[in-house]
């Protein structure tokens, strides 16, 4: 039987990061899921560490790697769409864990003829090393007072880890951060990202998953916003690969997106 949910998470030479993500994946409430890694180019450590998870987790995992060639995360994302096995795709990182409902969320929120665009919650750098396999099965990593005593200072923000039920409503529709295609928390129709040929893959850092839900939009998909009930929160890290050459380039392409509804990418899945 086809899986219920694929779930894509992209990496690069982050084993660290990855490791604590995968062990999120682990206690998922929502069982019925595969994982498809989509590796930029990532050296040996990475595959050793995919590897070990398949022996030890009972984890469906699919390693789809290309060379590396620079910051070509747009490609090996079309690569990972191609290969889920699920009509339903789940979007994150390699650097955010999911809280224990994330999967389950996603797939009870799912609607033909939507995208869910879901939240993040960043962690400083120091909290970020922290976090280890326990405090991810506990769920003191969601835990706000836990956080707080590992030195997390107070912020509204802090809602997207206690909101659940009707707080995580009211706050959902109440925020002001309009619904997108978010690379760290999104999902979609596998068929609906087939149509509109994945994502543009000229674009580099900065955008490139907005720009993906801009065209989602064009073709007549809707967003739905759940920025405060499916909720993982981001590992903090350097960013070398982010330029003001790609932020300006893929700027322009997203311009051009919305100003000719676009729908169509030439520069997908299929060239």
């Known amino acids: 039987?086809?899986?219920?949910?694929?779930?894509?998470?992209?990496?690069?030479?982050?084993?660290?990061?990855?490791?604590?993500?995968?062990?999120g994946y682990s206690c998922q409430t929502f069982k019925d899921f595969e994982i498809v890694i989509a590796d930029d180019g990532s050296g040996p450590k990475t595959?050793?560490?995919?590897?070990?998870?398949?022996?030890?987790?009972?984890?469906?995992?699919?390693?789809?790697w290309q060379e590396d060639d620079g910051f070509q995360k747009s490609r090996?994302?079309?690569?990972?769409?191609?290969?889920?096995?699920?009509?339903?795709?789940?979007?994150?990182?390699?650097?955010?864990?999911?809280?224990?409902?994330?999967?389950?969320?996603?797939?009870?929120?799912?609607?033909?003829?939507?995208?869910?665009?879901?939240?993040?919650?960043?962690f400083p750098l120091d909290i970020s090393h922290k976090i280890n396999k326990n405090n991810i099965y506990s769920g003191h990593c969601f835990d706000v007072k836990w956080l707080k005593?590992?030195?997390?200072?107070?912020?509204?923000?802090?809602?997207?880890?206690?909101?659940?039920?009707?707080?995580?409503?009211?706050?959902?529709?109440?925020?002001?951060?309009?619904?997108s295609w978010n690379g760290h928390n999104a999902s979609g129709w596998k068929k609906d990202i087939l149509a509109i040929n994945g994502f543009d893959?000229?674009?580099?850092?900065?955008?490139?998953?907005?720009?993906l839900g801009e065209r989602l939009v064009n073709y007549g998909i809707k967003p739905k916003q759940i920025r405060y009930s499916a909720i993982c929160v981001h590992l903090d890290h350097k960013r070398g690969y982010k330029t003001p050459e790609s932020i300006n380039k893929n700027l322009?392409?997203?311009?051009?997106?919305?100003?000719?509804?676009?729908?169509?990418t030439d520069f997908g899945i299929v060239k």
């Open 252 to 264: 322009s392409i997203r311009e051009a997106t919305k100003k000719d509804k676009r729908v169509w």
């Open 149 to 179: 005593n590992n030195g997390l200072k107070p912020s509204f923000k802090n809602n997207k880890l206690s909101a659940k039920g009707y707080k995580s409503i009211l706050l959902n529709k109440l925020t002001p951060t309009r619904p």
């Open 76 to 122: 090996i994302l079309n690569k990972a769409v191609v290969a889920c096995k699920s009509e339903y795709i789940v979007m994150s990182d390699g650097d955010c864990i999911p809280r224990v409902d994330f999967l389950e969320i996603h797939e009870t929120k799912k609607e033909v003829g939507y995208f869910l665009s879901g939240g993040y919650f960043m």
């Open 1 to 23: 039987m086809m899986t219920k949910i694929s779930v894509i998470i992209s990496t690069y030479n982050a084993e660290a990061w990855l490791e604590k993500v995968l062990w």
């Open 47 to 64: 595959k050793n560490l995919i590897d070990s998870f398949r022996e030890e987790y009972d984890l469906d995992i699919n390693h789809i």
């Open 201 to 211: 893959e000229r674009m580099q850092y900065g955008g490139q998953d907005r720009e």
